[in-house]
Each structure stands twice: as C-alpha cells, then as structure tokens.
C-alpha cells in the first residue's frame, strides 16, 4: 500500500516540479519510528528509491532524531532534503 501511495505522489510532485520549476517541499506524516518495525524508515527507504536524488533528497525527522529542531530548520531553509518524514 505504501508503495502504491509513493507512486502517486511521485507523479504529482514531478508534475509540480515542472511547473513551478522547483521542487514543492514535502511533509510526510509516518504512523511511528518504532525500532525494527518503523513506519517512518519504510516510508523514507521506498520515497528515496522512487525518487532516486540521493540519501539526502528524503530525510527522517522525528523525535528520536539527532538535533531534529536543526533538521527542520536545514529542511525548511535549503534545497534538500526536499521531504521530511516526521
């Protein structure tokens, strides 16, 4: 189901990427970051593969995240990461 719901958001965002001419930064909201069924992990690993821009293009930023107040700020500030999964 998940890779079926990245799929499509794939082919909006390319879309709006054309459009606007920059990429449209993205919140993606998981349903945890549990250790060893993480749904923020799945989410981050399939959005990285479909999009296939890096490991700095799709970034998690969640509470157990290291600084996640500075990720946000980079998030919101810079070209990349271009989603956030929180």
């Not at 189901?1 to 001419?21: D, P, S």
């Not at 749904?39 to 296939?52: M, P, S, T, W």
């Not at 799709?58 to 500075?70: C, E, H």
């Amino acid at each position: 189901m998940n890779q079926k719901i990245v799929a499509e958001f794939v082919k909006y965002a390319r879309r709006q990427e054309e459009e606007l001419g920059r990429f449209p930064k993205t919140l993606v909201f998981a349903m945890n970051d549990l250790e060893h069924v993480s749904h923020a992990d799945r989410l981050v690993n399939i959005l990285r593969e479909q999009f296939g821009r890096g490991s700095d293009f799709v970034a998690k930023i969640t509470g157990k995240s290291d600084r996640p107040l500075q990720l946000f700020r980079r998030f919101r500030n810079r070209l990349e990461p271009g989603i956030a999964v929180t």
